[in-house]
Nanobody, 113 residues
Framework: QVQLVESGGGLVQAGESLRLSCAASGIAFSINSMGWYRQAPGKQRELVASITSSSTTNYVDSVKGRFTISRDNAKNTVYLQMNSLQPEDTAVYYC???????WGRGTQVTVSS
C-alpha cells in the first residue's frame, strides 16, 4: 500500500522559513524521482521542485534561490526547505513519486504579509 505523508506546514510571516517533510512507504523510494507540488485556492496544482534518484534537482522559476529539495533514501523521506516565504507561496503542498499515481493529503502553508 502506497502512503505519502506530508508534514511541516504552518502559518508564518513573510520572510520566514519552513521545512516540509514527506515520508513515503510502499514504493521503491530510492529509484524514484520525487516532486513537491502545491495548489493554491482557485488555481491548478503546480510542480514546485523535483529531485531525481541521483539527486539532480529542478525548480519552478518562482522559487529558485528560495526553496531547496532534498532526499534521505535511508528514511524514505523527501524534504522541501522553504526560505524567504512570500504570501504567494500560500498553498497546500503535496509530494508525489514520479512513477506512482498517488497523492498524500498535503500540508497547508500559509504566509501572512
Amino acid at each position: 500500500q502506497v502512503q505519502l505523508v506530508e508534514s511541516g506546514g504552518g502559518l508564518v510571516q513573510a520572510g520566514e522559513s519552513l521545512r516540509l517533510s514527506c515520508a513515503a512507504s510502499g514504493i521503491a523510494f530510492s529509484i524514484n524521482s520525487m516532486g513537491w507540488y502545491r495548489q493554491a485556492p482557485g488555481k491548478q496544482r503546480e510542480l514546485v521542485a523535483s529531485i531525481t534518484s541521483s539527486s539532480t534537482t529542478n525548480y519552478v522559476d518562482s522559487v529558485k534561490g528560495r526553496f531547496t529539495i532534498s532526499r534521505d533514501n535511508a528514511k524514505n523521506t523527501v524534504y522541501l526547505q522553504m526560505n524567504s516565504l512570500q504570501p504567494e507561496d500560500t498553498a497546500v503542498y503535496y509530494c508525489k513519486a514520479a512513477r506512482y499515481p498517488y497523492w498524500g493529503r498535503g500540508t497547508q502553508v500559509t504566509v501572512s504579509s
